[in-house]
């Protein structure tokens, strides 16, 4: 009988399957998890408005953590938004905040690592990058984007071969591609 409550298996088993629906139907869209950083920096911003024209950073924890990002490029006018953790799916819905809000000369994506340790291919990956910059380039199609290929990273040796899909192929995108 399906629902025989007098079965413990059975009923741990209905238990655990309604806690599951209910986590499914709550939970947050991935994206979400970064809400409350990317709604400082807006606060930041309003508070100290960033000059337009600049370099944004956009990216992962490599460019979160990179603790001399505006001592290394002290000449220029630069913007950092790494979002420990990114991928291209979470970055995405916060582009218009972190990025385009700024009308930057310039894009420096540090993206794709996080991608590929989650299982995404490398092709994907690529497709990912290309859907970024054309998110950046429909309302700034003269902004230059630059692309950190995807280094190696302890413990994730197993990867190397998809990273470097993905960075042949933002390659090949990028010598076909204006400003990028």
């Not at 807006?42 to 956009?58: E, K, R, W």
């Not at 990025?99 to 590929?116: E, K, M, Q, Y």
Request: hydrophobic share 45%; charged share 15%; proline share 6%.
């Amino acid at each position: 009988m399906c629902c025989d409550s007098t079965n413990p298996t059975r009923r741990i088993v209905a238990h655990a399957s309604v806690a599951l629906v209910a986590l499914l139907l709550v939970a947050p869209p991935a994206s979400a998890q970064y809400a409350s950083q990317v709604a400082r920096w807006v606060a930041q911003d309003a508070a100290d408005p960033v000059a337009s024209g600049g370099i944004v950073f956009a990216g992962s924890s490599s460019i979160r953590r990179w603790e001399e990002l505006t001592l290394d490029f002290n000449d220029y006018n630069v913007l950092q938004r790494g979002l420990g953790g990114a991928t291209f799916d979470t970055y995405q819905p916060h582009v218009g905040d972190a990025v385009l809000a700024h009308s930057p000369r310039a894009v420096v994506v540090w993206l794709g690592t996080n991608d590929i340790a989650g299982g995404v291919s490398g092709a994907s990956v690529a497709s990912k990058f290309t859907t970024f910059v054309n998110s950046i380039h429909t309302p700034l199609p003269n902004t230059d984007v630059f692309y950190i290929g995807i280094v190696p990273t302890p413990g994730r040796q197993g990867n190397r071969a998809q990273e470097d899909i993905a960075n042949a192929q933002i390659a090949s995108y990028a010598a076909s591609t204006a400003h990028v």
